[in-house]
């Protein structure tokens, strides 16, 4: 089984931290004074310059196609606890990554000298590679057509860039929402972190794309913990904001340090909490933990490359495998479930204007009508579908989830946006609650575990709430669910309208040997469940 928590993934980026010293200084108006307002980036002239150089060097070395990256990678990690500063962590990486295609294999290099020298050294050693890589080919590469886009910019949805925003600034924020949590009855303790990731990507290919691309995203993490008066207990609260592909708006929108009181009283309510009697209820499960579940139980398994066996050291491969026996065939879920894969959902993680093989992402049907239908493919993998998309009329193409998550870093094929899609009738979180007799609201991801073909799991979560008569009750604890992943989503027998569509999403999710990591959003709406099996977390043996 593979388990993890959520928890804070700040090693590995400790050089370059700063140390705080001095008062800090109390923001006066909301919305500071001059900021930054994003516009699409250009292309510099020296950068495309030497992308053309890359390009031709790896020609003259024997590659039938190449395309090169030159990109830079920057982040900024503000991270407290209570009144205390713990780190300020400030990385900045630029250079170039090169991908040469020689007799149908692949090979890559990368290097941080941009000089011209530097960049033709880069792509002559991936030709290179990619010529000792033959040996063990099991397969040529064919690269499904995809249009060039000679001269193209574009940027994600943020408006005001977190780089012009002081340390001051970020930390204070934080240690005043940390003061306004702590004024909630029994909790002691509060920890909160800024993070903010800036991406500046250039690139070319030999089909004749030209893109440059600028992406912010922005997540805020907190976690308020209650101690009960005796110390036989404490309970956290956590999770309370989604990530997002925004910039500094969307921290000032979310209000940390009004909302703050709100969340360590939650924490609070839950020492109150009555311990879950263990059984089978019906689940109202609120977006802002559905989410998890759609990641874990269908955005992973529908990975082209997991349901092929082409990845399978980090988090395992696929129960949806092998694909002929599933496209059109598998009853996912009822006939009213859709899940969409998109990179086009503004302020959504994974939105992107082009991936990083130049391909414009489609919205396609992972899911349609209950129904496989459909899987996460880039250039390469879709001509593993040829026979598929040929019988539905249609050509393949990749849906554009082609990713690096550094220069340095080849890419390959990573999550797009992956959602739950409305029903048809407008229903709340709410109304489906009214319609449940004896059940479980949950609101928030936790815990989980899931087997390595996503089959098997369970799932925590934040806040519990007993529904009984179709009201709420009263706040439950030690919550967690079990599930088989195809009779989880077929006993779905109720969801939410287009009214109650919330996204929410992932900032660390990993893949890959070695591993990379990307951000990805998921969009649900509330969603009942019938008659699931729930476990005491608590209970000891």
Not at 386 to 403: I, L, N, P
């Amino acid at each position: 089984m593979t388990s993890r928590r959520d928890f804070l993934k700040t090693g590995g980026v400790a050089a370059g931290a700063l140390a705080l010293s001095g008062a800090l200084r109390t923001a006066d108006a909301a919305i500071p004074r001059a900021r930054h307002i994003a516009t699409a980036p250009e292309m510099d002239a020296s950068v495309k310059e030497l992308l053309m150089e890359a390009l031709n060097a790896a020609k003259l070395a024997g590659a039938g196609y190449a395309d090169a990256r030159i990109g830079r990678y920057m982040q900024n990690f503000v991270v407290t606890r209570e009144q205390q500063i713990i780190n300020v962590v400030d990385t900045d990486s630029i250079g170039i990554g090169v991908r040469a295609l020689v007799d149908g294999t692949w090979g890559f290099a990368a290097s941080r000298d941009l000089s011209k020298a530097g960049v033709a050294a880069a792509a002559r050693e991936a030709a290179a590679i990619a010529k000792a890589n033959r040996i063990a080919r099991d397969r040529m590469v064919q690269l499904a057509p995809s249009p060039a886009v000679p001269n193209a910019s574009w940027k994600n949805a943020y408006e005001i860039d977190p780089w012009t925003i002081p340390v001051e600034e970020k930390a204070d924020l934080l240690i005043r929402s940390n003061a306004a949590g702590m004024k909630a009855a029994n909790v002691k303790y509060v920890f909160s972190a800024l993070f903010f990731r800036k991406q500046e990507r250039n690139y070319a290919n030999t089909d004749g794309s030209l893109i440059a691309q600028t992406i912010v995203q922005t997540a805020v993490q907190q976690q308020f913990t209650a101690v009960s008066p005796d110390f036989s207990d404490f309970q956290n609260r956590g999770n309370t904001i989604q990530p997002v592909g925004r910039g500094w708006e969307w921290v000032l929108q979310k209000q940390l340090v009004d909302s703050a009181a709100k969340w360590g009283e939650e924490a609070s309510q839950k020492l109150k909490a009555k311990p879950v009697d263990v059984g089978r209820y019906d689940l109202v499960l609120h977006p802002s933990h559905l989410w998890l579940t759609i990641h874990e139980s269908i955005a992973h398994p529908t990975e082209l490359d997991r349901a092929m066996g082409y990845e399978a050291n980090y988090a395992g491969t696929s129960f949806v495998a092998p694909p002929a026996d599933f496209l059109g065939k598998f009853k996912y879920g009822p006939a009213f479930m859709n899940i969409q894969g998109d990179r086009s959902q503004p302020g959504a993680l994974a939105t992107v204007g082009y991936d990083d093989e130049g391909v414009a992402p489609d919205e396609f049907l992972i899911i349609k009508n209950g129904k496989v239908n459909d899987y996460q493919t880039t250039r390469e993998q879709a001509s593993w579908l040829d026979w598929w998309y040929k019988s539905q009329g249609k050509e393949a193409r990749s849906h554009g989830c082609s990713y690096a998550d550094n220069w340095s870093s080849v890419q390959f094929q990573r999550m797009p946006n992956v959602s739950l899609l409305p029903g048809e009738k407008e229903q709340s979180f709410e109304d489906l609650i009214a319609a449940t007799d004896k059940g479980i609201a949950i609101v928030g991801d936790g815990s989980f575990s899931i087997d390595q073909q996503r089959y098997n799991a369970q799932f925590g979560g934040q806040l519990f709430y007993e529904i009984k008569g179709g009201k709420i009750v009263g706040m439950l604890k030690d919550v967690a669910y079990q599930m088989r992943t195809p009779d989880f989503w077929n006993s779905m027998d109720m969801i939410g309208g287009k009214q109650s569509y919330e996204v929410w999403g992932s900032f660390f999710d990993g893949k890959g040997q070695p591993g990379q990591v990307n951000a990805v959003s998921h969009g649900s709406v509330p969603a009942r469940f019938r008659n699931v099996n729930v476990i005491n977390t608590g209970r000891k043996a």
